[in-house]
């Protein structure tokens, strides 16, 4: 079954079967590696892509319930956004790999609330694991993101 | 499975030479050849670094990238040297050969916190050796003296204005002689080494999500597959019912592998969907009834056997029935998982005529040999490529995932990626073995240290990948940050007894100083209580001042350093603010340790709430580490130590039941997160430009001895069995 949507601003298109999950279609079909696979289960953040705007995690939907809609990927991220610009300046990623879903979930953090205080990135950011243990360095980024943004 | 990688590691033996200094494993590879021709077609003065006509600079990286910041520290070495600008360099992952061997461990593998401490000067020669055979074929092609010519920012000058680029001279500077003596710049004189201002090279790639980790490779024509394992340790196929599967979508084939069964797909989703409609009676071997109730009955028994003494002086038992008070204590350790966020997964292309293996892998080098033997094809005929990994801790140098993708490659006879479910990777890791641990202090009527014991039993890892260093029943990564015991006690018997648990072990960031660190430090803070003395000037009073050699510390500085250690301790009593007064439930506890051969005292600073929930307040370090190399990244590790080492000691716990892991994702398995991570970090270091330690994984080790004397501090409570769970702290209570 083909489904069309809306993928970084360009249209986008996969002929799968449509409880495939976006994370799978990003990765496999489209060949947009950026979006990460952790846990398969919504567990770890390591997927979250934008889809409208709100931070999803990936594994979790269907690219079916996607028709139409609007998904931004890391690679979709202009270089120039704030959260960006603020994980370089930090040095944060280490191993780099939950990165992707952290900035993307960052970024709809820093789009809504321009002074996240330390609760409010405790509370938004929980839902991403980072096993190298980037999470000073996420914070202080995000407080520098949202003064950026 | 088993056999094939024991097969291999015994041809990977047999084929060793020793290989100088430190703890050798004994391996060896003979591929000079492949690099001998790899210079041929490139202009490299060496091994290290590639120079295009172009002028750009390529400088290899022979260490494996899991965020330890190799990819910018090692090329940071060779260009201080080499002369040029870092920021403008290319890296690339070097392929397996003899020339990239990790001197500290004989083989080209990344672990160990050994990297930086390998290459501190191997690096900075290369860099040098390679700028002089630069400005030598200037100097030659200008008819000067090399000693009239100078290197700076990939230029080299000469008298009278003369001026050309690495570039232009690179091809007659291959041809150069090796230069034999190759002079070093002296610290005060570094531009790169020591910057803190520099940045990770890697970052713009990983922050733009393009950076390649193993599960991103895609390579032509590529299949993918998703596989199914024995849920129980040390289980096979029986048989197998694949009819739902193999008419699945996008399925392509069904194969039984060594291990497992594989589903091959034309997308992960397709394979890891028919995989889930398989039907398949396991084989479930010797493990099949294993569980907790075994594993503790069975480690507990163990330990009541002697063990083999790693360390004695004077008469132990003896001092200790004399003494005017003895101090007793048993821990329990559990097993852990590693669960880096990439879970396994290789890229395998195996042909008739040979065989590509892309791989996130700690352990290039082994690589090549365990596929062969998979394959039936030579070592010689495979080519590794490392990627990114995301996250290592040891579980990467484990190759058991390159051998499954290279066999299911094989059967379908096309390119596959073979991608693990985290399910897979959580209930088939090799795990951090947990251990039983019986220690004693005998104490005489001055306060006086008279007599120690100390018996540990655990499983032992390296009977299981490295046999040949076990001796006399002592494995040396059983006996770390123990063997050193930093106090001085004139009569002391150290012992290791080892058992298997059943539950595979594997080397896990830091490896037995986890274990070993907790009793000691933990034990030690006991001691000091109960003889009411505070607990930093008591480690300060006792530890050991001599220069005794520690026989067992292959790692670490191997030898006595409590003049080093004294002062970490006196620089963390004045960084953290040692002695505040606490309101009950709050309170700060210390430790102390050498390891890799750098030394770091920790406070931590912990609430307790009244059920019991613990929170990591403030971690504040003091660090002799020598010369740090990219401090802002060394930094970073002890961030990462902390974290790492956090969610071991306040969640982490792997257990069996019906032989098989029964944690299979993070909601079982629960590891730190946002909102857990301790509210500030200090991290304090002693200037130094001594010979660099290790920094990848000490502090692991470190910090749970600290958080757990900690939560004596504002309970009260004495917590010998991580991890330090509400349940396992009320169970500490005294009845």
Known sequence: MNISFNLNGKPASADVAPDTPLLWVLRDTLGMTGTKFGCGKALCGACTVHLNGNAVRSCQTPIGSVAGQKVTTIEGLPANHAVKKAWIALDVPQCGYCQPGQMMQAAALVAQNKKPSDADIDAWMSGNICRCGTYPRIRAAIKDAARMA | ?735
């Open chain 2, 1 to 735: 499975m088993e056999n094939i990688q024991m097969t291999a590691r015994r041809d990977f033996l047999k084929a060793s030479a020793a290989v100088g200094g430190g703890l050798t494993l004994g391996m060896y590879l003979p591929l000079g050849a492949k690099v001998a021709e790899a210079q041929a077609k490139t202009n490299s003065p060496n091994a290290w670094v590639k120079i295009g006509t172009d002028n750009s600079i390529t400088i290899m990286c022979a260490r494996s990238e899991m965020g330890q910041d190799v990819y910018t520290s090692m090329p940071m070495l060779v260009a201080e040297e080499l002369e040029v600008d870092i920021n403008k360099i290319k890296v690339e992952f070097a392929p397996p050969a003899e020339v990239y061997i990790n001197s500290l461990l004989g083989g080209q593998l990344t672990g160990g916190s050994t990297a930086v401490r390998d290459a501190w000067e191997k690096l900075r020669k290369a860099g040098a050796s390679a700028r002089m055979m630069l400005v030598g074929a200037a100097a030659k092609e200008w008819g000067v003296d090399a000693g009239q010519c100078k290197a700076a920012n990939g230029m080299i000058t000469g008298p009278g204005g003369k001026k050309t680029t690495y570039g232009a001279v690179a091809e007659a500077a291959a041809k150069m002689e090796v230069p034999k003596d190759v002079p070093l710049k002296p610290a005060k004189e570094f531009k790169i080494v020591g910057n803190k201002a520099q940045k990770r090279l890697d970052t713009p790639m990983k922050v733009a999500g393009t950076a390649t980790f193993g599960i991103d490779v895609r390579v032509p024509n590529m299949l993918y597959a998703a596989v199914a394992m024995p849920p129980m340790i040390g289980g096979k196929v029986q048989s197998f019912d694949d009819s739902r599967a193999k008419n699945m979508p996008g399925v392509k084939a069904v194969v039984q592998y060594s291990r497992g069964v594989a589903v091959v797909a034309e997308s992960y989703w397709q394979a890891k969907k028919a995989k889930d409609l398989l039907l398949i009676t396991w084989d479930e071997g010797p493990n099949a009834n294993n569980d907790m109730v075994k594993v503790w009955a069975g480690l507990k028994d163990a330990s009541n056997q002697p063990g083999a003494v790693f360390r004695e002086a004077g008469d132990a038992d003896g001092a200790i029935a004399g003494a005017a008070k003895v101090y007793e204590a048993t821990y329990e350790l559990p097993h852990l998982s590693h669960s880096p966020m990439e879970p396994q997964n290789t890229v395998a292309d195996v042909r008739a005529d040979g065989a590509t293996i892309i791989t996130p892998t700690q352990f290039q080098q082994l690589v090549p040999f365990v596929v062969a033997g998979a394959t039936g094809l030579k070592p010689e005929q495979i080519t590794v490529i490392t990627t990114f990994l995301g996250g290592g801790f040891g579980r990467r140098v484990e190759v058991d995932y390159t051998i499954d993708a290279a066999e299911i490659s094989k059967a379908v006879g096309a390119p596959v990626k073979m991608v693990w479910s985290r399910e897979d990777d959580m209930t088939h890791d090799s795990y951090r073995p947990g251990g039983y641990y019986k220690v004693q202090m005998g104490v005489d009527a001055g306060g006086k240290l008279v007599g120690y014991r100390y018996h540990g039993t655990s499983p032992s890892i390296s009977s299981r990948l490295f046999p040949s260093i076990v001796k006399d029943g002592i494995d040396p990564f059983a006996v770390e940050a123990i063997d050193n015991f930093p106090y001085a006690v004139p009569n002391h018997k150290l012992t290791y007894q080892m058992h298997d648990t059943g539950i595979t072990p594997g080397y896990w960031r830091g490896v037995s100083h986890n274990l070993n660190a907790y009793v000691v430090e933990g034990f030690i803070d006991e001691v000091a209580h109960a003889v009411g003395k505070d607990p930093i000037q008591f480690r300060i009073d006792n530890l050991d001042y001599t220069e005794e050699k520690h026989k067992w510390s292959g790692l670490s500085a191997g030898v006595a350093v409590g003049g080093r250690l004294k002062k970490v301790l006196e620089m963390v009593r004045e960084k953290s603010g040692w002695g505040k007064k606490y309101p009950e439930g709050r309170g700060q506890g210390v430790a102390v340790m050498e390891g890799y051969n750098t030394c770091l005292a920790c406070v931590a600073e912990v609430s307790v709430t009244k059920n019991y929930d613990v929170i990591v307040d403030k971690v504040t370090y003091a660090i002799d580490a020598g010369q740090l190399i990219h401090p802002d990244q060394a930094k970073a590790q002890v961030e990462s130590c902390t974290i790492f080492g956090q969610s071991a000691c306040m969640y982490g716990e792997i257990t069996v039941k019906n032989g098989g892991v029964e944690q299979t994702n993070f909601d079982g398995y629960r590891v730190v997160r946002m909102n857990e991570a301790p509210k500030a970090m200090d991290i304090h270091w002693l200037e130094s430009n001594n010979t660099p330690g290790g920094l990848g994984e000490p502090a692991t080790a470190l910090v749970q001895a600290a958080i757990g004397n900690a939560i004596f501090a504002a309970t009260g409570i004495r917590v010998r069995k991580m991890p330090f769970t509400p349940e396992n702290i009320k169970g500490s209570m005294k009845a």
